[in-house]
C-alpha cells in the first residue's frame, strides 16, 4: 500500500491532527507494547538512572477518519513512538471490554522531571475505553493518563501480508 502516513507530536495543535486522522484510534486495540528505559551503566560502572522510558505502541487499527482514502485493509498497524515517558500507570484489568479504545487523547501536562525539583510542560497520552460495573450490570465510559511524554511520532506500518489458503 502507498502513501503511508507518518505524524510527527510535539504539541497539542500537531497531536491533534495525527489522532483526527487516526479518528482517535476507536475501535483499535494496542497489540504490542515496548518500554525500553534510558537508564545507563558506563564504562566505569557508574549508573546513570534518569527514570526516563522510550515507548512503542503497535495500534492494529482500520478505522479512519471519514473520508480518509483508501480503505486501510483489516490488518492496519500504526506504530507509535514516544520519547522521554515518565509517570508510567496502565491499567488492563479484566473489567475492561475487551481493552478496545474508545479514543485516545493527547493533551499539555506539567511534569516533575526525574531527579529535578522544577516542573517541565510536556504532554500526557490519554486512554478512554469501557469499564463494566458488575454490581450495576453496566458499562462507565473511563479514562486515565498512560504516561506523560515530551514528543512522539505516528508511522502507518505497510499491511500485512495476506496468509494464503491451500487445499489437500
Known amino acids: 500500500m502507498s502513501g503511508l502516513r507518518s505524524f510527527a507530536v510535539s504539541s497539542e495543535e500537531t497531536a ?4 483526527d486522522y487516526f479518528n482517535g484510534f476507536h475501535d483499535g486495540f494496542m497489540q504490542r507494547i515496548v518500554l525500553e528505559s534510558q537508564d545507563r551503566i558506563g564504562e566505569d560502572l557508574s549508573q546513570s538512572c534518569s527514570g526516563m522510558f522510550d515507548a512503542e505502541i ?3 487499527h482500520y478505522n479512519y477518519q471519514q473520508g480518509s482514502e483508501p480503505f486501510r485493509p483489516h490488518n492496519q498497524i500504526v506504530r507509535a513512538e514516544f520519547r522521554n515517558v515518565q509517570d508510567i500507570l496502565t491499567d488492563f484489568g ?3 471490554l475487551g481493552n478496545t479504545i474508545i479514543s485516545l487523547s493527547i493533551a499539555p501536562v506539567n511534569r516533575r522531571r526525574a531527579g529535578q525539583i522544577a516542573a517541565e510542560r510536556c504532554l500526557g497520552l490519554r486512554l478512554a475505553r469501557h469499564y463494566y460495573l458488575e454490581e450495576e450490570r453496566r458499562y462507565e465510559l473511563r479514562e486515565s493518563q498512560l504516561f506523560t511524554f515530551t514528543d512522539a511520532r505516528f508511522v502507518e506500518q505497510p499491511s500485512a501480508p ?3 489458503e491451500t487445499g489437500s
Open 16 to 19: 491533534a491532527l495525527a489522532l
Open 94 to 96: 479484566g473489567g475492561f
Open 162 to 164: 495476506q496468509a494464503v
Open 58 to 60: 503497535d495500534f492494529a
